[in-house]
């Protein structure tokens, strides 16, 4: 026995250092372009051994899918796994699904591999190659009631968008799946081919978690699906270093009507550091009363700690009267009306470049933008009147310390009645008038701070900042804002300022 575990242990770390091998190659050889039209992004192994290793249920026999399986690698990672444990199934059954017809002969290499490895540890195993559009696939067996299901699937899938009226997202909708990119439409639709008590292990961008665009598919996944384990690596880069992907990525174990009782969620630096973990409750990871389903991932105990300290903030934007909205100038969409320079007859147009130590430098002719907007009836409708408004950014850099960046526009500092936000920029509003200045003052304060920022990112992971996301924040009450603001000064304070006057107005120690 100690000869067969020796030799299976062997020919595992043979089988992963080839498929590492190929990945490395492929990658390297394949056009940029080409990826991307296929959202193609190749597992690294060690990755690819961490996601194996989430699975729990020891069965008999083993019915493993792997949608957009690539080279096998994740395929090959399960089949690893398996063969270490002292209780092995006496049989695996595995069908992968891969589009791309230049992947087919690696996946049969691994395969085989596979079969090889089954072979010394005496289970049996056959595999089941699809070369079809996982999609494709799914929505066919899905329509005829086929009956086939799963009780293990591991995913990478393609991360791209889907047009609102494109054949996927119309096949998409005869199973019922609203969704707005091929990730979450390739977890939607192996979860519903996924036999109760399943277990699904994926890798996917974060951004699911929060957001409008992805609500009809955290209503429908949390439905039937409980999350057990969820894994985050502090680095962008990690999962993906060969292809340059700078999505933050979530790795996830989930189980088709488990109990949810508690979750454990682990953290690291990079694939080679051990990281830390903890459990926390369900409903802290998806609050009972949240309409929106948001998945907040507490990291740490400093994390808990923040989520008890903010949701003790109990007002909201409804009852502070105030709105926010997204900036209604597309550039595209009014290019005659742009000015490079200000001029008669033009407003100042505002985009994320003249944010400046939380005020705006404005005109900037340097930043190769319009600064300026054309006053005619046709972009009326796209301006707001002059007022004191915070702005925030709706897109951040990965290079910057903070996902929320205000801004304030004072309009004693142009001289204009009326002003444009570019697309790019969030603006908070009263009803689409300007809002009082020490509420404003107080209102950025509180967005600028440490406190504000570390519960956000607790269910935001990406740079995006989405007016749906602003509105869930808890915010002070309007008599707390305004002290905040009447200690806010003649300019923005710096971070330790903002925080020493967020935390005493609102008692935190």
């Keep these: ?78 089949i690893t796994q398996i063969c270490k444990r002292q209780n092995k199934p006496s049989n695996i059954e595995a069908t992968v699904v891969e589009l791309d017809k230049n992947l087919i002969q690696h996946l049969e290499r691994t395969l085989e591999f596979c079969n090889r490895l089954c072979v010394i540890n005496n289970i049996k195993f056959h595999y089941n190659i699809v070369q079809d559009d996982f999609i494709d696939y799914g929505v066919s067996h899905l329509k005829s009631n086929s009956g086939l299901v799963f009780n293990m699937i591991i995913t990478n899938p393609p991360y791209k968008k889907i047009n609102s009226n494109s054949k996927t997202r119309l096949k998409l909708r005869e199973v019922g799946i609203e969704t707005t990119n091929l990730y979450t439409a390739f977890v939607a639709i192996a979860k519903r081919m996924l036999e109760q008590g399943g277990e699904l292990v994926a890798i996917t961008p974060r951004s699911f978690c929060n957001g409008t665009y992805f609500r009809s598919f955290r209503e429908d996944f949390l439905s039937d699906m409980r999350f057990k384990k969820i894994h985050l690596f502090k680095s962008r880069t990690d999962s993906f270093k060969d292809d340059e992907v700078l999505q933050e990525n ?46 907040r991932i507490l990291r740490d105990k400093a994390d808990i700690q ?27 969409r009014t290019a005659s009306n742009l000015r490079n320079t200000p001029s ?25 933008k319009p600064n300026a907007i054309a006053l005619n009836e046709s972009t009326l409708k796209l301006l707001v009147p002059k007022g004191y408004y915070v702005l925030v950014r709706r897109f951040s850099s990965n290079e910057e310390k903070k996902r929320i960046i205000p801004a304030i526009y004072d309009p004693t500092k142009f001289d204009a009645d009326f002003v444009g936000f570019e697309n790019h920029i969030n603006y908070y509003h009263c009803n689409g008038q300007g809002i009082p200045l020490d509420l404003a003052k107080g209102l950025a304060l509180y967005l600028n701070s440490t406190i504000v920022d570390r519960y956000f990112r607790q269910f935001n992971g990406h740079t995006q900042v989405n007016v749906g996301d602003l509105r869930s924040l808890p915010y002070p009450t309007k008599a707390e804002l305004i002290n905040m603001g009447l200690l806010f000064g003649d300019s923005f304070p710096n971070q330790q300022e903002t925080d020493q006057i967020v935390n005493t107005v609102l008692g935190i120690s």
């Design 250 to 295: 979530i790795i996830y174990h989930a189980i088709k009507d488990g109990i949810n009782n508690e979750v454990q969620i682990s953290y690291s630096e990079s694939i080679e550091d051990t990281g830390a973990s903890h459990t926390i409750e369900y409903s802290k990871l998806v609050h009972p009363n949240d309409a929106d389903r948001f998945i």
């Design 306 to 332: 923040i989520k008890q300290t903010v949701e003790k903030i109990t007002s909201s934007l409804n009852e502070l009267s105030i709105n926010v909205s997204t900036g209604r100038v597309v550039d595209f």
């Design 1 to 78: 026995m100690l000869v067969q575990e020796k030799k299976s242990e062997l020919f595992s770390e043979l089988m992963l250092i080839d498929l590492d091998t190929q990945r490395l190659n492929f990658s390297k050889s394949t056009d940029k372009q080409i990826k991307l039209q296929l959202g193609q992004f190749f597992t690294d192994p060690r990755i690819a051994l961490f996601m194996s290793k989430m699975f729990e249920a020891h069965v008999p026999h083993v019915n493993l899918l792997d949608p957009g399986a690539g080279m096998g690698n994740l395929t090959a990672a399960v």
């Design 344 to 368: 008669e007859n033009t407003v100042p147009l505002i985009y994320p470049a003249h944010f400046n130590n939380g005020f705006l430098r404005w005109p900037l002719p340097t930043i190769n």
